[in-house]
């Protein structure tokens, strides 16, 4: 009789599946996985050291880049962070905008992620109707902050500036011409808000296609019922959170629970999924699309009637405007010391979380009194997850891990940090 | 609200007696500090036991308390040498590998801060712990009662080396294989100490010691000035129109 040895393999850093820069060491029986060990680490930027050697606003570009593919939420923890430890409250209509914004970036991230665990799974046209909607977010990001995906669009006491009144239209070119450019056009001729009014009212319909690609498709089914269960039990001992818990029945969402922002004045359902597979995790996601929707639309209609300040009137935090500036000997004073020097955050330290499309993204921040934080640590909700990667693909066929990674949603910038 | 802090301050006070040390809250989340050697013991009740029912350990986390307080700017003997004459090196961001510090010998440098969440009754717990010995921190490990800590353990050995007394795995998660050194203490340059490279003539990697020279443009300064203490501002100023009042009132009765 031959001799049957287990082979150690490598699935990645180099792996289209991995998403980004896992290296999974996988001891395999054949085609089932006997072990799994996650290598991770390989884009590890030290960004929490980093944040000890700046002013405290600098570092907001950095939560960009963590978890780069809900970068707003990533500011929101940090900023909320700085904001408790300053004991300051920025004004209802940023409270508003950072409601909003929030739920756009749910909105691109669970998009991405469906496209992405589409094309894991194979199935390929998801993907492309996936970037159709997600490309308008963009545009809406664009619009407001100038950058297409690292905003740096939150600051401690509110945000950077007001919604423009003018959605940036196309223009004509080669591509892009006659009937084409009008269609595209068709909801850019207002504001930024009736674009992402008619953004969120056609929507729903946008996620009935993904959901007749997917839902009920047998291949789908396939790939993805029974796969990677885990108990309610067993998700909370694992350090779960957000879909991934919700995925197994657990009834939490800080949104609902601990709510920040404007979460406790908008109108929202939470799903909870009951046998916590990837299918199941996969149903969550889409009906948080639709609940994100609805908030939108929701924030629209408060901004639309209620303008005023998007940031508070305090000089020893935030930098009076250039006109000021230009007028009021103090108010230059207050901008050279806040742009040389930044602001002092008082003693102390707090921890702020925020249910950010991954799961309970937190900021744990030390401050000595000084310009700079004493120590900031991020809590990223994909490390949790992916430390689980062994109990989760124990017994799988090795096809299956694939489906397992997609279902984490892993996003290796914050894995790492 | 005030009520409430005080009551779970009690709480802790009454089942941990000394073993535990009640904190300032601060958005609504209490922090205690817990001796090392009841590390432990103190966790297991708060998981299990159901007036704290802390089903999950969210986040755990080291921390350096290295240079606490300290700040970089100091004009009090200013010379002429220019704008940077008032920044003294210490922050880990002024130094390279060979000019590191020594050490400082510093009481309780080394912490290990953990967040529990119990979802039963809705609250988040800080607690806190002091590694004995700066030279080897050794805290037990918390993977037997909460397995999510076993990562964020491995991290913080690998960043802090703080060793984790009973942990299955103890690896280096972060950083390179075979890195030298604990790269977010605080007496770690913050440009690190070597650099890596693809040399096309060796055809491999090459490791190499870092050629950029410690760059960090804005000096860290603490400042107490009134704008931090606008409540007490406030308050004194109430007191003397108060007080200049009855000094007032006190004339007409005269």
């Not at chain 1, 009014?197 to 690609?213: H, M, N, Q, R, S």
Request: aromatic content about 10%; charged content about 25%; some cysteine.
């Amino acid at each position: 009789m031959a001799e049957i040895r287990n082979y150690t393999m490598n699935f990645g850093p180099q792996h289209p599946a991995a998403h980004g820069v896992l290296r999974l060491v996988l001891e395999m029986d054949g085609e089932t996985v006997v072990r799994a060990d996650p290598h991770v680490g390989l884009l590890h930027r030290a960004t929490e050291k980093l944040a000890e050697s700046k002013p405290f606003n600098q570092s907001i570009g950095y939560l960009d880049r963590l978890d780069y593919m809900s970068m707003m939420c990533n500011e929101h923890a940090y900023v909320r962070a700085i904001e408790q430890l300053l004991g300051i409250e920025p004004p209802p209509r940023a409270q508003y905008i950072r409601t909003m914004y929030d739920e756009l970036t749910r909105f691109s991230n669970h998009l991405l992620w469906i496209a992405s665990c589409g094309i894991d799974l194979g199935a390929m046209t998801v993907f492309l109707y996936a970037f159709r909607e997600r490309e308008m977010i963009m545009d809406m990001y664009e619009a407001v902050s100038g950058a297409r995906m690292h905003a740096a669009y939150y600051r401690p006491g509110g945000v950077y500036r007001d919604l423009p009144d003018k959605m940036p239209p196309y223009k004509e070119s080669r591509w892009t011409k006659g009937k084409d450019l009008k269609r595209r056009n068709e909801w850019r001729e207002g504001s930024l808000l009736d674009f992402i009014e008619a953004f969120a009212k056609d929507v729903p319909g946008k996620i009935d296609e993904y959901e007749t690609l997917l839902t009920n498709n047998r291949i789908w089914k396939q790939r993805t019922v029974g796969i990677g269960v885990v108990s309610p039990e067993k998700a909370l001992q694992m350090g779960y959170s957000g879909v991934m818990l919700r995925g197994s029945g657990v009834e939490w969402d800080l949104r609902k629970k601990q709510p920040y922002a404007m979460y406790d004045q908008v109108d929202f359902d939470i799903p909870v999924g009951v046998g916590g597979d990837c299918y199941d995790r996969y149903l969550v996601r889409v009906e948080e699309l639709r609940q994100s929707a609805r908030i939108i639309l929701q924030c629209v209609d408060w901004l639309k009637a209620n303008p005023g300040h998007v940031m508070l009137k305090n000089f020893k935090v935030i930098p009076p405007t250039r006109e000021e500036m230009k007028d009021d000997m103090e108010a230059l004073i207050h901008h050279f010391k806040l742009f040389t020097e930044g602001y002092c955050v008082p003693a102390g330290e707090t921890y702020c979380a925020v249910e950010a499309p991954k799961g309970e993204f937190g900021c744990y921040l030390v401050s000595d009194g000084a310009n700079k934080p004493f120590r900031v640590h991020f809590r990223a909700p994909g490390f949790a997850h992916l430390s689980s990667m062994n109990e989760l693909a124990r017994g799988h066929m090795l096809a299956d891990t694939v489906a397992i990674i997609s279902t984490l949603d892993l996003v290796f910038g914050e894995v790492d940090r | 609200m005030s009520d409430t802090k005080k009551a779970i301050a009690e709480l802790f006070t009454n089942r941990f007696g000394d073993r535990v040390k009640v904190g300032p809250t601060v958005g609504g989340i209490v922090s205690i500090e817990v001796q090392v050697d009841s590390w432990l013991e103190v966790c297991r009740v708060l998981r299990d036991e159901d007036e704290f029912g802390f089903e999950q350990l969210t986040d755990l986390c080291g921390i350096d308390y290295l240079s606490y307080g300290q700040a970089e700017w100091d004009t009090s003997d200013v010379s002429q040498e220019g704008f940077s004459r008032g920044v003294e090196s210490l922050g880990s961001g002024r130094f390279s590998w060979d000019e590191r510090p020594e050490a400082a010998d510093v009481s309780q440098r080394f912490g290990v801060v953990v967040h529990l969440l119990s979802f039963k009754n809705n609250h988040r717990l800080r607690l806190r712990c002091f590694a004995p010995d700066e030279g080897m921190p050794i805290v037990p490990s918390l993977v037997e009662i909460w397995s999510s800590a076993n990562w964020y353990e491995r991290e913080a050995f690998d960043l802090f080396g703080i060793v984790f007394e009973g942990h299955p795995d103890l690896r280096r998660i972060m950083t390179d294989y075979g890195f030298t050194g604990h790269p977010f203490r605080k007496d770690f340059p913050l440009i690190g100490n070597v650099a890596v490279r693809y040399d096309p003539l060796k055809k491999r990697v090459v490791y190499e010691p870092v050629d950029i020279e410690p760059r960090v443009g804005v000096p860290r300064v603490l400042r107490e000035d009134s704008r931090y203490k606008a409540d007490e501002v406030d308050q004194a100023a109430d007191a003397t129109a108060e007080q200049v009042a009855s000094g007032e009132q006190e004339k007409q009765d005269g």
